[in-house]
């Protein structure tokens, strides 16, 4: 081949990478921008507490690589069969939630209203403040000062927002706006032993929530936050910060972030045929341990 035409040839093959490269460039997905801190709420408590105070329950903070392992353990099991784990490990009755918690929706082709999570906490309490009425700015006020979501800045991955709003009337805590947006920072699902609305469209968009009633009242003159990931009261159940939560269409139960790997274990055996099929399915083909 004379000179002339191998190097056009590698000068063509050579334009040719380069625009693959660019093409590449061009298409590969954007990263994901972090996260705007938003100004603290005016209403927000003194970070250090004073010696009037007590606090006899510590937070415990958990690697996001821990959370998955501990996750990926409780991935083919139930509700069902985590209580009966549970009663194996020496913790019956503990962690069940009250059965007037449930699911919104359930879907028995996928089962997508199922969720297993890593507890972030919640609570609202009822207000002592009232107003004769409230415009836009004043709801705005609110929003942002009194009955805000300050927990979104601690969701992630693999997370389950737990919201303690017992007792707090007709306040709606949970509608179709919000609950996207937590579900865009990794919560798995929603559960509330207080209000939520917009429920035609939760249930339209698939967001897995489990609820005590229907509120159609908005937060501002009904509720306030009063703190986000300490023990909050779900049902008659106690939830940590850090807690294993799962829910299904049995309900809502707690397992203890210190037993989480026992009780997986001891659950394993009370899978069903569905479950132990899926299982199956997903390592491969390789049959699962029997059942005792």
């Known amino acids: 081949m004379p000179c002339s035409q191998a190097l056009l040839r590698i000068l063509t093959l050579t334009a040719a990478f380069d625009l693959c490269a660019a093409a590449q460039q061009q298409t590969a997905p ?9 100004p603290p709420p005016s209403q927000l408590a003194p970070q250090t507490v004073p010696d009037q105070v007590k606090l006899f329950i510590p937070y415990r903070e958990y690697t996001q690589a821990d959370n998955d392992r501990i996750l990926e353990l409780y991935r083919f099991l139930r509700v069902a069969d985590v209580s009966d ?14 059965p007037e918690i449930k699911a919104l929706w359930r879907n028995t082709d996928n089962f997508a209203h199922r969720a297993v999570g890593i507890a972030v906490t919640a609570r609202y309490v009822p207000t002592n403040k009232r107003l004769h009425t409230i415009d836009q700015a004043e709801i705005g006020r609110w929003y942002s000062n009194i009955t805000t979501e300050t927990f979104m800045d601690v969701l992630h991955p ?7 709003a017992t007792e707090d009337g007709e306040s709606r805590s949970i509608g179709s706006s919000n609950i996207l947006a937590w579900q ?9 032993s207080g209000g939520l609305a917009d429920s035609d469209e939760i249930i339209h968009n698939k ?3 489990y609820y005590k009633r229907l509120a159609r009242g908005i937060r501002p003159g009904r509720n306030e936050l009063e703190s986000v990931n300490r023990p909050v009261n779900l049902g008659g159940a106690l939830v940590r910060p850090g807690d294993v939560v799962m829910a299904d269409g049995d309900g809502v139960v707690v397992v203890p972030r210190e037993h989480a ?4 274990a001891a659950s394993l055996q009370f899978l069903d045929n569905v479950g132990l099929e899926r299982m199956k399915k997903a390592q491969g083909g390789s049959k699962p341990a029997p059942k005792p």
């Open 85 to 98: 784990g549970m009663d194996v490990v020496g913790l019956t009755d503990v962690g069940l939630v009250d």
């Open 158 to 164: 693999g997370s389950i927002l737990v919201i303690d």
């Open 261 to 264: 790997e026992a009780v997986a």
């Open 207 to 209: 967001v897995p929530a």
């Open 184 to 192: 865009k920072l990794g919560m798995r699902a929603v559960i509330t």
């Open 30 to 38: 954007p990263k994901p921008r972090p996260r705007t801190p938003r």
